[in-house]
């Protein structure tokens, strides 16, 4: 039956989708291509909004409305501007509904949220024709009974870092940026590596603002040979500090570990110093990175 209908998502804090027919519906968000590697040929990109998309939807006195347009000439409907078809809706802003530390869309909370932004008129598009999509709605309310929606931490802040070589579509920001892998092949969060020099000696340093007294490191090698790739664990590795005019070995005693799944812990009799190194020697044949590299 080609009438709108409300999905509810019980697993998901009671959110909403619309649908209608056999289709469900997205927010329409503006979208910008940024090119971040890949080839002319085989291009990748990043998708960032460029309209609010932190709405939810209105449910007391909600009226949608199917809008229907031309087929676009391009015989290509599946594009924000080009679907045929929309459906407007009722919906307010929720301001504490932010973007993660990733930049990926926050964990829905308890509804109905509360905001008291005005009601607005909002379209809605086939989900295939979204790349950003917002498919999922929170319910919300001006209620004083609503449930307060709890803004995001603020973005854990990167120690500065440079090294010998960084893949393009990596970051050395990745070394410091607080997150937890659940393994070394973890492909949920941002990573460095060294990819694609394979069997060389690398490096990677942090350059603190201000000296710092340090007397431990904790590092967590990235290795995905679980899912096909070529990044490993290093053959060896050592930390450096800089001094004077020349880097020096950490006073160490404690085996540097190359355990996959880990973090890899080496004490060391403390230094104070801006500059910190950790140099590899890759293994032959592959190239290697870190998910996190924690000081302390």
């Not at 990748?44 to 209105?58: A, C, D, F, Q, R």
């Not at 078809?85 to 307010?92: G, M, Q, S, V």
């Not at 005005?118 to 004083?144: D, N, Y």
């Not at 070529?230 to 053959?235: D, G, K, L, Q, S």
Request: hydrophobic share 35%.
């Amino acid at each position: 039956p080609m009438e709108v209908r409300l999905q509810s998502w019980a697993g998901n804090k009671g959110s909403l989708s619309v649908e209608r027919g056999p289709l469900t519906y997205s927010l329409k968000i503006g979208e910008k291509y940024v090119r971040q590697g890949g080839t002319d040929k085989f291009p990748s990109y990043e998708i960032y909004p460029t309209t609010p998309w932190n709405y939810g939807l209105v449910t007391v006195g909600q009226e949608f409305e199917v809008v229907k347009k031309a087929f676009p000439k391009s015989d290509q409907p599946f594009t924000p501007d080009a679907a045929p078809i929309e459906i407007l809706a009722k919906a307010r802003k929720i301001d504490q509904w932010q973007t993660d530390r990733l930049g990926v869309v926050g964990l829905l909370q308890d509804m109905p949220a509360k905001t008291t932004e005005p009601v607005e008129q909002v379209r809605l598009v086939p989900m295939g024709a979204a790349r950003l999509r917002i498919s999922a709605f929170p319910t919300v309310s001006p209620s004083p009974t609503a449930q307060a929606w709890i803004a995001p931490a603020k973005p854990h802040s990167a120690i500065p870092a440079q090294a010998s070589h960084v893949f393009e579509n990596d970051t050395v920001d990745a070394l410091s940026g607080g997150l937890v892998p659940t393994s070394s092949d973890d492909q949920s969060i941002p990573r460095f590596t060294w990819w694609d020099h394979k069997g060389s000696s690398e490096w990677v340093q942090y350059d603190f603002p201000k000296a710092r007294r340090i007397s431990e490191v904790k590092v967590y090698w990235f290795d995905d040979q679980q899912t096909g790739g070529e990044c490993r664990i290093p053959a060896s590795w050592k930390l450096q500090y800089f001094e004077g005019d020349q880097w020096k070995d950490v006073p160490t005693t404690a085996t540097y570990g190359i355990s996959k799944n880990a973090f890899n812990k080496v004490p060391f009799e403390a230094v104070t110093c801006r500059h910190l190194r950790i140099k590899v020697q890759l293994q032959p044949s592959y190239s290697g990175g870190i998910l996190s590299w924690e000081v302390r």
